[in-house]
């Protein structure tokens, strides 16, 4: 590993912690108080999320491995004896009052369409004879525009607060698919359940592996903490452009590479032996379309190998070689993919100068952030490198978090 340049190693840089976790549902509660005029009857939570590795492999069946962040966004809600849902936010002015027997799709838009959508999705867990009032504070701790999963988080902590309070008796698959619908069927837009996955089923100091083919999870050691490990967040605030066409247009292509190899998905090509893989991928006759392939592909055998090497022994054990395939992930999103923009490409290449593991850009790319596998000793030196950076390119100062994983949803108060 290289040394931070002397001048990163001056630049002044401030590590975002999250919110003592139940101070933040302290104040959730006062907030609901403050807002409705009475006690709420709980506060319940639910994380953001980054993904460490498994980029753009979802639509394929593909693997991915996300975690839970200590940043989390809080319910604070009580049950009424109405069929009234009132919600209000600590981040936000628009208000929310509306007949939660007429919820249907378009009739809430912004915000609150993510908290009426999951009650929305679970109202045939409801009996006839039940009112659904409800009022509603949330306070959002999870940074938005970084590309953590604040939604997901609002969806989830929603999820978790409905439940308690109808008791209606639901899983925990059964709250993350409540939330997968209320973001694709009720808030109208596109999520593959990666980031409500991770936001419930997620267990602290472990990461989840989730098989996107019949969507199983199951918990894979990541204890960081106390292997004196941390994962450096970057939020390159890179502005997003053209997000949905080039999404579509990579989802497009991966389609088109399934086709021509004559499989259902891309996951099911091998990628274990290198040279057969090549000779199949040759068989694409579109360059890029090739290219794509080779990123999906690839990217779903380094999952696997990522959760060999957890499986055979700690962490520590195994930095150096986790740290590479953080950094190949990386560069086929950067090279094949064609999905980083150049604050995600700089961030990464001054964490890995600054002695990082392994740095790589996390979530859908064209903008929002990276993560860095680092020596918590170091994680201020290497936050140092990347705006010293970004100084010298000219970018917007970057906002950098600590990541250790965290539990999923649940209830606080």
């Known amino acids: 590993m290289t040394s931070a340049p002397s001048s990163a190693s001056q630049a002044a840089v401030e590590l975002s912690a999250a919110p003592d976790r139940s101070e933040a549902a302290e104040r959730a509660a006062q907030l609901f108080e403050e807002s409705f005029g009475y006690q709420p009857d709980g506060v319940w939570s639910a994380p953001g999320r980054v993904n460490i590795i498994g980029e753009h492999v979802d639509y394929q069946d593909g693997l991915c491995l996300p975690m839970a962040i200590s940043h989390r966004c809080f319910a604070a809600a009580a049950r009424t004896p109405t069929n009234r849902l009132r919600l209000r936010s600590a981040q936000d002015e628009t208000v929310l009052d509306i007949d939660a027997r007429t919820l249907a799709p378009e009739t809430v838009t912004g915000w609150p369409a993510y908290v009426a959508g999951v009650l929305w999705a679970l109202g045939s867990r409801i009996s006839g004879a039940s009112t659904r009032g409800m009022d509603i504070l949330i306070d959002g701790q999870v ?145 890029v379309v090739r290219r794509r392939a080779h990123h999906v592909i690839t990217e779903i055998q380094r999952v696997r190998d990522v959760d060999a090497l957890l499986a055979a022994g700690a962490v520590r054990e195994h930095v150096a070689e986790l740290g590479a395939l953080l950094n190949a992930s990386h560069d086929s999103l950067r090279d094949d993919y064609e999905v980083t923009v150049p604050q995600l490409d700089v961030a990464v290449e001054a964490a890995r100068a600054a002695g990082a593991h392994g740095a790589r850009m996390t979530g859908g790319g064209f903008g929002g952030s990276t993560i860095a596998l680092v020596e918590a000793e170091q994680a201020e030196q290497v936050a140092a490198a990347i705006a010293a950076a970004f100084a010298e390119h000219g970018f917007d100062s970057p906002v950098f978090f600590l990541a250790l994983p965290s539990e999923g949803a649940g209830q606080d108060r």
Do not use: K, M, N
């Open 143 to 287: 940074p938005l525009g970084a590309g953590l999963s604040s939604s997901a988080a609002l969806e989830c902590s929603a999820a978790e607060a409905i439940e308690d309070l109808l008791s209606l008796g639901t899983e925990p698959l059964e709250r993350v698919r409540a939330a997968i619908t209320a973001e694709t069927d009720f808030a109208g837009a596109s999520t593959g359940g990666l980031d409500q996955s991770a936001s419930v089923l997620s267990r602290e100091g472990h990461a989840l592996f989730l098989d996107c083919r019949d969507f199983s999870t199951r918990p894979v050691p990541w204890d960081l903490a106390s292997q004196g490990l941390a994962l450096l967040i970057t939020d390159t605030r890179a502005e997003h452009s053209h997000v949905d066409g080039e999404y579509t247009a990579r989802r497009a292509d991966s389609e088109r590479a399934a086709q021509e190899l004559g499989v259902a998905t891309l996951r099911d090509v091998d990628a274990a032996d290198v040279a057969a893989l090549e000779s199949l991928l040759a068989q694409i006759p579109d360059e």
